[in-house]
């Protein structure tokens, strides 16, 4: 089993700052995130870390809740004071509704529970340091299109009629065009909440959505990754890709 | 076919009607006063009818006066000498013979009114009877019709002082329709009585129970998750408000432990997912990432150290809970604490002159205490351990075992001159999982349970546990265990912070 490589080049030169007290946690991450082409640096404190925030330009910063010095919040709200800040992913041993939103609302862009898998966590960090890319309106794979202003999808300048949920996983997966999104990734995103076990339900709607986009079609789109979940891309590029 | 049914939410309870307190203490009050109703009508019955035939008796025994008087037997033959030109005197006389008997000792009527005659004469028996006794005799009899008659008889002379039987009386039935008629009007009125009782009895009862069912009924809003609920005391001050506030402690004392049972659970989740995700982000990453097997080898061997880790946050657990539920059975015995303290010294003596620490001890033989050696040894190596991983190279840890000043102690010190616990820190050491994070040297190894054990095993040996510290000069545990065969009060002991070399 190999890592899926991120597909656009320009990302292996992105940099993460990983926040963690734990060495052994801070080591796999960094090894792991390392092998997937980001550069990585390493804070084991609250107060290293606004340093380093302040020394150097970060895309993401992954955020540990509880840290010797420093409640994680605490340094969250340091780094969202400045005036551009990196994208935050809160990893977090509390997993209460409650702490959850506080993370949230205290400006984080992700909040994932330990313990977790190593490939949810690259999932994530790849949609979010997709962020802040400017989003078309129209988006475009291969001869499937989908306008997200009037909510219409063509295949082959084909009309194709979907459910609300169907549109909004299908322009989940068109923005992240050749990353892989877990099923608990596509679940907080469709459904704006936590479906936990619930995961099911996103085969059922990955199952219709193949029936409407690409079962008519030779080429076929949606992708499934083995202990991920699914990808949208157009064949060629995912071979490249797995 | 079986079948079952979940049901939420907290069920209620009813109490039956005929059960229910307010029916009984209303249905007692109805009992109660019925048989008081009745007992005083009767009372009071009876009272009326003595003191009217009082007054019929009295009247009697004047006209009994009046008629001896009036009456003059001479030859056998009863004269009543009134004089008929006095209206009054006629009319006395008149009345006196209404009702009267007149017979001679053997009972032969003399005279008699007619009256009597519808009553019917004494039989000589009665008369003779009658005539023996030293005073005369008042009987109550009834005549034909059925009207009650008070009858006064005895003996009266002639003048040539020969005995007579005579017998005058008077109608009572007045007396007997007055009181028919109250007897009648009093047990009419008696059910309307009780009635209004039974209902005044209900009022109160409902009111002596209603604080009780208010009770009844926040209890049953209770449950895990709103134990804060607190039942309003009335301010009255009685009982009932002594109930209400017992209640209230209890559930105040049950919110309490189940705050400490939620807590601990978190804390036990979050103790438990950092081992996890170190053990499964090494593993994946050396999935995806390791190209050698040293490198494989590396992930599993720090793999096994995190579970080791996990599987010693278990036990310790285990072996705590077991503890604090009083499944741990003490083998307690008479115990020279020097001793075991000159054991457990020892085995450190090694760690802590790698650490560069003195390890000094002044151990005093004379303290007997009865306790589990095995328990003992963990508390002081707990203590000890601490001491040592929070001392800094050159510092010093020093043990001392003697007898306490307070007469029936044992005293344990240890104390070192390590890093101390901030004072804010102080009150929550004994705490489950409580670590004192030390930013500068970013000591969180250990659980947080060390001196949740020392606690405990302090605690079933009937003893005390002080902790005195100054951050950066050093902390001080003393523990104070009952000498053998000396159980005394626990002495007072100081609770200073600031001065730990006081």
Sequence with gaps: MTLPRPVNVKLEYMRILVVEDEKRIADFLSRGLESAGYAVDVANDGAKAIDLVHAAEYDLIILDLGLPDMDGLTVLQKIRNRKTSPPVLILSARDQVDDRVKGLEGGADDYLVKPFAFVELLARVRVLLRRGQPTPERLQVGDLTLDCIRRKVTRASENVELAPKEFSILEYLMRNRGRPLSRTMIVEHVWDMDYDGLTNIVDVYIRHLRSKIDDKWPVKMIQTVRGIGYMLDLPEKAEKAG | ?502
């Design chain 2, 1 to 502: 076919m079986a079948r079952f049914t979940r049901v939420f939410g907290v069920p209620k309870l009813r109490v039956d009607f005929v059960r229910g307190l307010r029916f009984r203490l209303a249905l007692s009050y109805v009992i109660f006063f019925t048989v008081l109703l009745v007992v005083i009508g009767l009372a009071f019955r009876k009272n009326l009818q003595l003191e009217m035939d009082g007054d019929v008796a009295e009247a009697l025994e004047e006209e009994w006066g009046a008629a001896k008087g009036y009456l003059k037997i001479v030859n056998y033959r009863p004269e009543w000498i009134a004089d008929s030109t006095d209206p009054e005197e006629a009319y006395i006389v008149e009345r006196l013979r209404h009702v009267y008997l007149l017979t001679d000792a053997n009972g032969d009527v003399l005279q008699n009114s007619e009256t009597y005659a519808s009553i019917g004469f004494d039989s000589p028996a009665e008369v003779r009877r009658i005539m023996q006794l030293p005073k005369p005799e008042v009987h109550i009899r009834f005549d034909k019709y059925g009207v009650p008659y008070m009858i006064k008889a005895g003996q009266v002379l002639d003048d040539k002082g020969r005995p007579y039987f005579f017998a005058i009386g008077r109608s009572i039935e007045a007396n007997r329709r007055t009181l028919e008629a109250f007897t009648r009007n009093y047990f009419f009125f008696l059910p309307v009585m009780i009635a209004f009782s039974g209902l005044l009895g209900w009022v109160l009862a409902g009111r002596a129970i209603r604080p009780v069912n208010s009770v009844a009924q926040a209890a049953q809003n209770i449950t895990g998750s709103n134990l804060s609920l607190q039942i309003p005391l009335r301010g009255a001050g009685d009982e009932l408000d002594h109930l209400i506030e017992s209640f209230n402690r209890m559930t105040a004392r049950l919110n309490q432990s189940f705050e400490q049972i939620r807590r601990f659970s978190t804390d036990v989740s979050h103790e438990l997912r950092t081992p996890l995700t170190a053990i499964r982000g090494q593993l994946e990453v050396a999935l995806f990432t390791a190209e050698t097997p040293e490198q494989y080898r590396d992930a599993i061997v720090n793999a096994l150290e995190d579970v080791e880790k996990l599987s010693s946050i278990v036990r310790s657990l285990l072996l705590l809970s077991q503890a604090e539920s009083g499944q741990v059975i003490l083998q307690k015995a008479p115990l020279d604490l020097a001793e075991v303290a000159a054991d457990v010294v020892d085995q450190f003596q090694i760690p802590a002159e790698e650490k560069g620490v003195v390890l000094s001890a002044s151990l005093d033989a004379d303290a007997v205490i009865s306790a589990d050696r095995t328990q003992i040894e963990r508390l002081l190596s707990n203590l000890l351990s601490n001491a040592v991983k929070y001392t800094p190279k050159g510092g010093s840890v020093r043990v001392r075992v003697a007898r306490d000043n307070s007469p029936g102690w044992a005293q344990l010190v240890i104390e070192d001159t390590g890093l101390g616990i901030p004072a804010e820190n102080l009150p929550h050491i004994f705490d489950r999982f409580y670590r004192v994070r030390n930013a500068q040297t970013n000591l969180t190894q250990g659980l947080g349970l060390g001196l949740s054990f020392v606690a405990w095993i302090v605690e079933v040996h009937g003893g005390r546990i002080d902790v005195a510290s100054t951050e950066g000069e050093g902390t001080r545990f003393t523990v104070l265990l009952p000498l053998t065969g000396q159980p005394v009060e626990a002495p007072p002991l100081e609770h200073s912070i600031a001065e730990p070399r006081a």
